[in-house]
């Protein structure tokens, strides 16, 4: 069966700092991990995702993820924090023998300070 | 391109009532989901379809109908309202086999049931 966990259910950076958001996975066969960001009262929408190749992942508005098997981790970070990254963020993981279905981790709130 | 709508936005249920949320997509997509998200549990699959005509159970399908007559459409049904269903709704669709492809959300649907 496979698993996510997101650490942290709030995350609070101030404007241009660091932003990172965690996320550890459980599978025992290879992973297709994704980022989604929902914005309020919005849907989700994709970040980036990990299928195969290259373990650095980049996304869209800056951000990037990196695919680490040893560690089964996949965090999601961005160099510098923008006021219109405050959202909720989820990490989902997938696979080939898991059917059609994609478990969502919990999401973890980003606030940005000014 | 419209992508993914959810019809209605917004609704107050009296325990016992039924109603039924329609999802519609414009991309010509073969699959098709709905989700329900809840505080601190992410999204969870309630039921898929991978064709119109066809449709199977996620997660967490009881207490819910679904039909896929068009292909652009997923209908989602819920025939005796609980409390237990007060939650948002979002349908998804992806154009093939889920377990790489990105998923695209519509706006999703607010259900109360009092």
């Known amino acids: 069966a496979q698993s996510v966990t997101q650490l942290g259910s709030h995350v609070s950076v101030s404007e241009g700092a660091l932003v990172l958001l965690r996320c550890n996975y459980s599978?025992?066969?290879?992973?297709?991990l994704f980022w989604y960001v929902q914005y309020p009262n919005q849907g989700l929408q994709l970040l980036l995702k990990?299928?195969?190749?290259?373990?650095l992942v980049k996304g869209i508005n800056g951000f990037e993820a990196e695919f680490k098997k040893s560690e089964t981790s996949f965090h999601l970070t961005k160099p510098s924090a923008h006021m219109s990254d405050a959202a909720e963020y989820f990490c989902?993981?997938?696979?080939?023998?898991?059917?059609?279905?994609?478990?969502f981790g919990a999401g973890t709130r980003l606030f940005v300070k000014a | 391109n419209a992508g993914v709508t959810q019809t209605p936005k917004f609704r107050v249920l009296k325990t016992g009532q039924s109603m039924t949320l329609l999802c519609a997509q414009d991309?010509?997509?073969?699959?098709m989901y709905w989700y329900r998200q809840d505080p601190g549990m992410g999204l969870r699959l309630i039921h898929y379809?991978?064709?119109?005509?066809?449709?199977a159970k996620g997660e967490v399908p009881d207490g819910y109908n679904v039909s896929r007559l068009k292909k652009q459409n997923f209908l989602l049904g819920l025939e005796s309202a609980a409390p237990s269903q007060t939650s948002v709704y979002f349908c998804?669709?992806?154009?093939?086999?889920?377990?790489?492809?990105?998923?695209?959300f519509g706006p999703g649907t607010r259900l109360l049931v009092l």
């Open positions: 998804a669709s992806t154009p093939g086999q889920g377990a790489r492809e990105t998923q695209y």
């Open positions: 599978s025992s066969v290879p992973p297709y």
């Open positions: 990990y299928t195969t190749g290259a373990t």
């Open positions: 989902a993981v997938s696979s080939n023998t898991g059917g059609f279905k994609t478990i």
């Open positions: 991309m010509n997509h073969e699959y």
């Open positions: 379809s991978v064709g119109e005509g066809t449709t």
